[in-house]
C-alpha cells in the first residue's frame, strides 16, 4: 500500500454511521451497496465482465478462481518456482496437484519450460506476475489455446498492471488481484477474482458465501448450489476499496515514471544490466530489476550503500525452495484430508525436491530489485539512482 488518508477515512465513518457494514442487502432500501459497487467498479477498470471481492485475500480468489474453473483432485495445475507460497497453496486448497516451472530471465514464468511440464493430468496454468512485471501473457495464452487448458492469472503483486494495453487478470479465464498490506492498492486485507466467465463467476460466489446462505440474488444462478466457506467482504472493505481504486492509475503512473528514470539514468552503465521485459510500458513500476553474472557480484551491489537492493532468492517463501510445508507434504488440518494422498493423486507428480528447479535457482540468486515508491522526491530518486552507479563501478 502506498496512499491511504482522509478520503478512506471519511468513507469508513459514513458506512459506520448509517450502521450499515454487512454487505447482504437483503429488501433494506437503505443499504449502502459497498462492496456491490466496488466489484462493478473493479471489473470494469480491468475489463472484464465480473468481480468478486472475497475478505480472504489473493489467496481466497485463486482458490476460487480454481474451484470456478473446475479443478480438483486428479488435475495438475502448472505455478512457477518463484512466487509466493500461497499460488501453490491454492491449488492444494482446490484438491489439485501444483507442479513446478521455471521462470526466465524477465523473471516471469518461462513458456518454453512451461511447454515442457505440460502432462496428461495438466488442467491449468498459473502465471504470476511478480513484483509487478508482466508474464508473456501472448505466450502463455496461445500455448493454453492449443494444449486445452485454463489460464488462471495470479496477477496480487501486478494490480493495475497490463501487457501490451490489456490489463493483467483480463487475459486468463480468470485472475487473482490482492489488496494486503504490501500490495499496490490495500484494505489491510482482501482480494478480487475477476473473469469473463459466469461460470466461473457463480462457482467462486457460491464457494465464498457458505454456499449463498447469505445471497438473496443467488437464486438467479445457473450453478447448483454447493456447501462452500465464509469469505465475504464487508462495507468497510468496499468503502476503502473504492477510494484505493481510484487512487490506482496516479500511484502506477508515479511508479512507472521513476522506473522510467532508473531506466534511462542506468541504461549505458557497465557492470549493470537491467532483467528483460515482457511489456515495458505494462510493469508496474513496484522495482527495478537487475541481472549479474554472479552471486557474489549480485549481493555486493545489493549492499553497496544507499542501494537498498534485495536479492530474490533472500525473500523467504517466494522461492519454492523454502515452500517448507509443501515439501515436507503437511497440508490440510487433518492427515486424511491431505490432497497429495487424495486416490485420484495419487499418479500425479507429487513429489517436491528443493532442487527440482535449477534455473530458478540461478536466476533468483544472481539478480538483484530496487523497491520503487511513488511519493520519492525528485532528488530521493537521484540519490538512489547515483548510488546505483557508484555500486557498479565499485
Ligand atoms: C500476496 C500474494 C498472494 C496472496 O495474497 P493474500 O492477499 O496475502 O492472500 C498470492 N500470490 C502472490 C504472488 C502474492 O504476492
Redesign the pocket.
Known sequence: MYRIGEEEAREVARVIAARKMFRVAGDNPDHLHEVDRFEEEWARTIGVRHALCLS???????FAGLVGLGIGPGDEVIVPAY??M??AT?VLLAGAVPVLAEINETMALDPEDVAAKIGPATRAIIP?H?LGIPCDMAALTGLARDKGLKVLE?A??AVGGSFRGKRLGAWGDAG?H???D??IISSG???ALVTDDLTVYERAAILHDSGTAFRPHAGSFREPIFLGQQMRASEIMGAILRVQRQRLDGILLDLRRVRKEFLAALADVPGLRFAPTNDNDGDCGVAAFFQFDSETAARAFADAPGVGGKLPIDTGK?IYSNWEPILSRRIGHHPDMNPLDHPKNRRLRTEYRPDMCPRTLDITSRSVYVSLNPDWSAETVTARIDACRAAARA
Open positions: 480472504g485475500g489473493g489467496t481466497a480468489a485463486l512466487t509466493f500461497a499460488t491454492a504470476v511478480m495470479d496480487c503483486q487473482a490482492s489488496f494486503n504490501f500490495k486485507e482482501g482480494g517466494h
